[in-house]
């Protein structure tokens, strides 16, 4: 079997990558799809700890879930705030957002 | 030796084909080929699941992202017309300062899993499947479980309101 270490090796390089993607990008959407990829790897070592510690209560796949949950909705109300937000100033970049208020 | 290559093969592909479509979203100035290459990755990550014997939560990986979630970005990529980057660069003004804050999280992270690799037992059990993680979810967890239902009734609501054309 493939070790542990190797799954949350993996994950940690997802979640950095994600996360260097999600600093620099200029459009919200490409920064909301590096979100996904990070609640994904974040799942991957939930899942892979849960597993190499042997938790017969599934903690490890039940964070996952809740975690899959919660990033769910998270890109659907942040979809629609992409969309809402484009409606009213035309853009999607970063760096031109500067307002709450429309 | 046959399993135990086949799923050292298994692994690497998924974890080449991961990091190939990360990096090659990251780097796309085409949206929806962004919103592929993420398709791919997040279907590489639902074949891990499956390897870590989280069949269910692989295939919540496979119709939630790489199906509903794939399908709304590509759909907002086309309704917000910037389906192709149109200013002189991908990146912005900030990006040494996030390569700077890249690098500060790494170290930690590092040493963690250097202290996890010497912590870890190498032979993984299996706690078992689908019918405990019901049994987890709707007994110990069961509170955390309804409030995750009311978080997605409310961000279903909430998405369409914000969403919808104002009259």
Known sequence: ???????????????????????????????????????????????ALGRALGDTSMTGMVFATFCMVVSAAEIGMG?????????????????DLDLMKG | MGAEATSWFLFTLAAVVIVGCSVAMLLSRNFVHSAVFLAGALLSFAGLYAMLDATFLALLQLFIYAGAVTVVVVFVVMLTSTSVV???????????????????????????????????????????????LARALLTTHVAPFEISSAILLAALVGAIYLAREAS
């Open chain 1, 79 to 95: 979809l629609a705030l992409v969309l809402l937000y484009f409606r009213k100033h035309g853009t999607t970049s970063t760096d």
């Open chain 2, 86 to 132: 149109t200013y002189d660069s991908l990146l912005q003004r900030q990006t040494w300062l996030a390569l700077l804050v890249g690098v500060a999280f790494a170290l930690p992270l590092i040493d963690s899993l250097n202290t996890l690799a010497k912590g870890l037992p190498s032979a993984a059990t299996s706690p078992g499947g689908t019918e405990q």
């Open chain 1, 1 to 47: 079997m493939v070790p542990p270490i190797a799954f949350l090796i993996l994950g940690a390089v997802v979640f950095l990558l994600a996360m260097i993607g999600f600093l620099t990008r200029r459009s919200l959407v490409q920064a909301l799809m590096c979100l996904e990829l990070m609640t994904s790897a974040v799942g991957l070592t939930f899942l």
